[in-house]
């Protein structure tokens, strides 16, 4: 039984590497190798969650990577989030203003941060930085055949190292999601104060006040979507890398175009979902 498990895996590996090399060794990126790329990517999206509920389970590697990935990334999340929460308010007070609504800043502020701009500036960033890293991490492991070395071992490599990472990630980016949230906020109460006078009380009460359920909680459902797809992006375009060293470097910069655009088209679709229900 284990011997049959461990040929359909196998299978799938050679199946979808077989793909990989199709389209990585290709001259141009045709309609037909793009076609071929998404067929593959769904292989091994599928045989993660099928890997997923597949013993034995990971749990210290799986804490590492919640720590490499949130923990690391709280310094540039939050400094990116205070940035664009001040921006925000710096630039909407004057036209807000021409119309006497200045009292209105904070909720709008408040809204905009909560609903679209901190998931998807926060998605993109985990994009840029973990994305890359986990393509980059396992193209190096699969160039000097670590991941070989793995499954002559008896290890499952792909548990032990596409999980971990992929869960990681969806469960992590929706945390950093509300950290980027907290300091934009607290960035937009800056950016108020700059040329007005508002107490720290009042700006949150105007900010919760403006606030409601609908708009707090469809954000948080994509952000788990965007971490999933950061990680399987990331994990997809490493662990199918087969152009040597030159296909490290390639493997992290095509999963953090890919991530980045598949955020775009995930929020297009929750937002039209949600759309319906407001």
């Known amino acids: 039984m284990v011997d049959t498990i461990d040929k359909e895996k196998n299978k799938e590996t050679k199946d979808a590497q077989t793909i990989c090399e199709v389209v990585n060794n290709r001259e141009g990126y045709t309609l037909t190798s793009f076609f071929a790329d998404m067929g593959a990517l769904a292989t091994f999206t599928l045989r993660f969650f099928k890997e997923a509920f597949r013993p034995p389970y990971e749990f210290n590697e799986f804490l590492r990577q919640c720590y490499l990935i949130g923990f690391k990334s709280l310094g540039l999340v939050g400094i990116t989030g205070f940035i664009m929460g001040l921006v925000l308010t710096i630039q909407s007070r004057p036209t807000l203003a021409v119309f006497g609504a200045e009292a209105w800043l904070p909720a709008m502020v408040a809204i905009s941060i909560v609903r679209e701009i901190g998931p998807v500036i926060t998605a993109v960033i985990c994009a840029g930085k973990v994305g890359s890293s986990i393509g980059a991490e396992l193209a190096s492991m699969k160039v000097t055949e670590q991941i070989d070395a793995m499954e002559v071992s008896g290890i499952n490599p792909f548990n032990y190292i596409v999980v971990t990472r992929v869960l990681a990630c969806t469960f992590m980016i929706p945390l950093l999601t509300i950290f980027a949230d907290a300091i934009g906020l607290l960035g937009g109460f800056a950016g108020v104060n700059i040329k007005g006078d508002t107490s720290f009380s009042l700006y949150f009460l105007q900010v919760f006040n403006s606030l409601d359920f609908i708009d707090l909680f469809p954000a948080l459902i994509k952000s788990f979507f965007f971490g999933q797809a950061v990680g399987i992006i990331g994990c997809y375009k490493g662990y199918n890398c087969n152009q040597g060293t030159e296909g490290v470097g390639k493997a992290a910069n ?20 949600t759309s319906f229900f407001m």
């Open 254 to 273: 095509s999963a953090v175009v890919m991530a980045s655009l598949s955020i775009f088209v995930i929020d297009m679709i929750a937002v039209q979902i």
